[in-house]
T-cell receptor
Framework: GAGVSQSPSNKVTEKGKDVELRCDPISGHTALYWYRQSLGQGLEFLIYFQGNSAPDKSGLPSDRFSAERTGGSVSTLTIQRTQQEDSAVYLC???????????FGPGTRLLVL | AQSVTQLGSHVSVSEGALVLLRCNYSSSVPPYLFWYVQYPNQGLQLLLKYTSAATLVKGINGFEAEFKKSETSFHLTKPSAHMSDAAEYFCAVSPSGSARQLTFGSGTQLTVLP
């Protein structure tokens, strides 16, 4: 079946602009995660959605970052007033409820000029 | 709280040689442990996972890892390296009993020499 998909695959933006990154999880997966992969910080957790529960936002680096998950499926990660240090690969993953394997999408490579 | 340490950011082996990638973890609760592989310009792919069943875990592509609680280790091995194994490998930990976020190590880039 289809895996986790993310769009766009690449995004170049200017400092100060807002960007939206999209994640389509595997159908039926109730848990959705966003991670960021950057040269300086490695792979770091950003936010976690589980069903209808309030999301775990403990990994968001600043209030410029936000995410939503509509209808328990598609998720959008929004970065407002982008900064150069936001340049990274943003990875989305999904899993079934419980301690199940997280399946990762191919990522969105964001470059802030 | 949990953390993961991967010893060696770069490892080179000859084709056909043993692959050993080291991972040590720290966790305040019984952990679940994972190894993921990332090929260039691709997402992460699960190699294997430990979830408190057998301590020796076999994964895809001939890889295996052994959970050693006394050593807080979860090293990844493969008896004979293949050129196609060249990639970056990440060890990760999550608290047992729930689908929670993964905490990743810094990664090990594996190079396979002909």
């Amino acid at each position: 079946g289809a895996g986790v998909s993310q769009s766009p695959s690449n995004k170049v933006t200017e400092k100060g602009k807002d960007v939206e990154l999209r994640c389509d999880p595997i159908s039926g997966h109730t848990a959705l995660y966003w991670y960021r992969q950057s040269l300086g910080q490695g792979l770091e957790f950003l936010i976690y959605f589980q069903g209808n529960s309030a999301p775990d936002k403990s990994g968001l680096p600043s209030d410029r970052f936000s995410a939503e998950r509509t209808g328990g499926s598609v998720s959008t990660l929004t970065i407002q007033r982008t900064q150069q240090e936001d340049s990274a690969v943003y990875l989305c993953a999904s899993s079934l409820a419980g301690p199940e394997t997280q399946y990762f999408g191919p990522g969105t490579r964001l470059l802030v000029l | 709280a949990q953390s993961v340490t991967q010893l060696g950011s770069h490892v080179s082996v000859s084709e056909g040689a043993l692959v050993l990638l080291r991972c040590n973890y720290s966790s305040s609760v019984p952990p679940y442990l994972f190894w993921y592989v990332q090929y260039p310009n691709q997402g992460l792919q699960l190699l294997l996972k430990y979830t408190s069943a057998a301590t020796l875990v076999k994964g895809i592509n001939g890889f295996e890892a052994e959970f050693k609680k006394s050593e807080t280790s979860f090293h990844l091995t493969k008896p004979s390296a293949h050129m196609s194994d060249a990639a970056e490998y990440f060890c990760a930990v999550s608290p047992s009993g729930s689908a929670r976020q993964l905490t990743f190590g810094s990664g090990t880039q594996l190079t396979v020499l002909p």
